[in-house]
């Protein structure tokens, strides 16, 4: 890092008087390095901001969720997992059969040897999308999991 979290606290308190809180983050060797390339092509002074960053995202993310309230929205559940892992085909296939109203299609490719994609269209209320996608996320060798969701085109022009 270009400049140290000490430092950039300081001159943020000079800038913004709100708090700062410091807090500690265990984070897998292969998950920093692949978040300092994240940091480094998006040009971040440092490590506390790119998490700022992300915070806010999700943050503005979850409020867009609240206003949209209950009207239906569709979206895609895009993950990969690990093939090998037999009780976690079973797991998702479960998760699946519980939203049967929500699942519109989930499409299957064979990426390798190893892994597996699907990617499942599905529409409702924000929260049901949320809820389905941190149920799959949550499942032991998903490896990546990304939820988008977009309005159903009614109420365009
Ligand atoms: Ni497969």
Redesign the pocket.
Known sequence: MARSDKSEKVKTEKKDSSRLTRFGVSIPDNLIHAFDSYIAEREYGSRSEAIRDLIREKLIEQEWERETKDKPVVGTITYVFD?HKRDLVESILDIQHDFPETVIVSQ????DHHN?LEVAIVKGRPSTLRGLAYKLKALKGVKHCNFTMTTTGSELS
């Open positions: 093939h299957h490719v064979h990426l597996c």
